[in-house]
């Protein structure tokens, strides 16, 4: 379904939706699709519309959570970003003055070396028997092309066309 549609949800829609969410799910049986005949719980015109709702509700719904999870990780992102900066201002501080440590009331703040890394100055020079070469990606099915051969009739081992159906809602 289309943002628009989702989002142009009448907010009393949203509120009934909430309570009729319970209601349709209670009247589905807990059993597979396939053991219940459906139509008994279709026979009331109204359901079509509390399904709908429900299902505009929950598109909705998911559509913010998404919005939400973006916006707590780029919170997430700008606090770690403020804490590197703070941490580089108070390395940089320290090693100008020279001081190796800052004693606090409830912890000290001390500077200590890393072990040694490697800075890779001009990746050319380097040797190959010192480079990583990475296996190539798995082949992956091409299924345009699989399925351009397929409806031209040419035969394609362990494939198939396949319709499946989906729920519209106008």
């Known amino acids: 379904m289309s943002t628009a549609h989702a989002l142009s949800v009448p907010p009393t ?3 009934q939706a909430s309570q009729d969410t319970a209601e349709i799910l ?20 109204q359901q079509a519309d509390k399904i ?12 913010m959570t998404g919005k939400e999870i973006a916006r707590q990780q ?4 700008a606090i ?10 108070v390395l940089n501080a320290m090693e100008s003055a020279k001081q190796t440590a800052i004693h ?9 070396r890393n ?13 190959a028997e010192y480079m990583r070469v990475p296996p190539p990606p798995a082949p992956q ?18 494939c198939a066309l396949v319709r499946s159906t989906k729920l519209v809602r106008k």
Request: aromatic content about 6%.
């Open 80 to 89: 770690e970003e403020a804490a590197y900066r703070i941490q580089r201002e």
């Open 141 to 158: 099915p091409d299924k345009l092309a699989i399925r351009t051969a397929i409806e031209a009739d040419i035969f394609v081992p362990g």
């Open 74 to 77: 780029a919170r997430q992102r």
């Open 26 to 45: 209670a009247a589905i049986p807990d059993l597979p699709m396939d053991q219940y005949d459906a139509t008994a719980l279709f026979c009331d015109p």
């Open 115 to 127: 072990p040694p890394s490697v800075r890779i100055e001009t990746p050319g020079l380097i040797p």
């Open 104 to 112: 606090g009331q409830h912890c000290t703040l001390q500077l200590r």
């Open 13 to 15: 829609m949203l509120s």
């Open 52 to 63: 709908n709702t429900v299902l505009c509700y929950l598109e909705a719904l998911g559509e």
